[in-house]
């Protein structure tokens, strides 16, 4: 069972014009074509620590980070760039994910992000890679479902979609990343901005976020296409419309 703190709907609204999350069925990855033309998140070439309201932009995307806190956690740790150099997940204590050897980012402490596109066009978010951080270097001590990451997608008029992820549980070399894919009405669907966050669970099966400082998540290759790729895809639609009418008549 997901459920809310009372701290979600209070904080969320002071720093970003979230509405309540509605209930959602957890939704397994399913197989979604590539577009031909994306913008791939990969956080190569970064390293250290990320504070709460930093920014960064990938082709026509912008990634900001922050916390569920006043002030979007200006000043505070809210996450890190992670790889196999100097900046490594330490296993000491954190229970670390397993399975990319690349530059990733984790949202730490509740943290979350937001996508945009900085021309304001809408974009559809397609795949990613993700995996829970456990925050007890004890890979004993986490439920077979140990968080779920959810998506929370805006169009132009703030109507949204959600779409929950189930993230997979410790294995002897700690938590796996997993390639997820957008699925049904949400993968066709564009939107203006999204926000992803996680949800930690217990061994009852409860979820929630931003009320234990235990719901963080590691995330890589955030592929979203790119507009050019919709008015393509947009004329090719019109083109076969014309061609079955022509056939009609």
């Known amino acids: 069972m997901i459920r809310k703190s009372r701290l979600v709907s209070q904080a969320v609204q002071r720093s970003h014009p979230f509405k309540s999350c509605l209930g959602a069925a957890l939704v397994a990855a399913a197989a979604l074509a590539a577009p031909a033309h994306a913008t791939i998140v990969d956080f190569e070439g970064l390293a250290g620590p990320v504070g709460g309201t930093e920014t960064i932009s990938h082709g026509n995307l912008n990634v900001g980070f922050y916390a569920n806190v ?18 490594a997940c330490d296993p000491a204590y954190q229970a670390c994910p397993a399975g990319n050897g690349s530059t990733w980012y984790g949202a730490l402490n509740d943290s979350y992000i937001e996508l945009s596109s ?126 079955r009418r022509r056939r009609k008549s």
């Open 70 to 87: 006043e002030g979007d956690g200006a000043g505070y740790l809210v996450g890190n760039y992670y790889n196999d150099d100097a900046f």
């Open 118 to 243: 900085n021309d304001s066009s809408p974009f559809r978010l397609v795949s990613f890679d993700a995996s829970f951080i456990g925050g007890n270097a004890s890979l004993g001590g986490y439920p077979s479902i140990p968080g779920v990451l959810r998506v929370q997608a805006f169009r132009a008029d703030r109507s949204y979609l959600v779409q929950d992820f189930l993230l997979g549980g410790a294995t002897p070399a700690g938590f796996p990343f997993q390639h997820f894919t957008t699925s049904g009405a949400f993968g066709s669907e564009t939107f203006v901005n999204a926000y992803i966050f996680a949800f930690a669970c217990n061994g009852a099966g409860e979820c929630s976020a931003f009320d234990s400082d235990r719901a963080q998540f590691g995330i890589d290759n955030i592929e979203v296409p790119e507009p050019g790729t919709f008015a393509m895809m947009g004329l090719g639609l019109m083109g076969l419309a014309g061609a």
